[in-house]
């Protein structure tokens, strides 16, 4: 008598019936039997597809996306908020008491008779000139600005009675004639805090 041939073992020793590759219930949980060798039969279930766990995957990542955009849009817009100038429609600042940084650089020293006041600054910061010459002040900024004889150079010197301005507004003009030989300074005061707004009138 022939002996039945030994129970065969490795890739077909358990066999699993499932659903075509191509069914749509391969996207869906459905129960697997498995024939061990010993004749033995058992069903178990796959609990998610491969379809739920890319998408899932994916949700996820759009979300993390999703909030690094938000908290960078939330940083622009600060940087952007704290940058806003107090500029009026007019093109300068609305009030006396606002700063800014110079729009141009000034010239340092100079000669002639006439003195800008433009971008928050005196140009020329040092005029040279000889005595009995008259000065003129223009104001070519939008905002106020005086010019105010001052004791000294610098934003710590207090203002002196040799002459003053009063408020100029754009487009005003302060003459001074400088009869003795000397170093006049002076300074807008609606903005002593900044270096620009103090220069020199030298007298020879």
């Not at 003195?115 to 020329?124: E, L, Q, R």
């Not at 010019?147 to 003053?164: I, L, N, R």
Request: net charge negative; glycine share 12%; aromatic share 8%.
């Amino acid at each position: 008598m022939r002996r039945p041939p030994p129970p065969r073992h490795g890739r077909s020793a358990a066999r699993a019936r499932r659903p075509p590759p191509h069914s749509d219930d391969c996207f869906h949980t459905a129960p697997w039997v498995v024939v061990r060798p010993d004749g033995n039969a058992f069903e178990y279930t796959t609990t998610q597809s491969h379809r739920e766990r890319m998408m899932k995957t994916l949700t996820i990542r759009t979300r993390a996306l999703g909030l690094a955009l938000v908290a960078l849009s939330a940083l622009v817009l600060t940087a952007c908020g704290g940058d806003s100038g107090g500029y009026g429609a007019g093109g300068g600042y609305g009030s006396a008491g606002e700063t800014a940084t110079p729009s141009q650089t000034p010239t340092l020293v100079g000669t002639g008779d006439a003195v800008a006041i433009s971008g928050f600054a005196f140009s020329p910061a040092s005029l040279a000139v000889e005595a009995g010459t008259t000065v003129t002040w223009t104001n070519d900024d939008g905002a106020p600005h005086t010019v105010t004889s001052t004791d000294g150079p610098g934003t710590s010197s207090a203002t002196t009675s040799t002459f003053a301005s009063g408020t100029l507004q754009r487009g005003d003009s302060f003459s001074h004639t400088f009869e003795e030989p000397g170093t006049y300074y002076y300074a807008c005061t609606l903005h002593a805090e900044q270096e620009s707004m103090h220069a020199e009138v030298v007298v020879r």
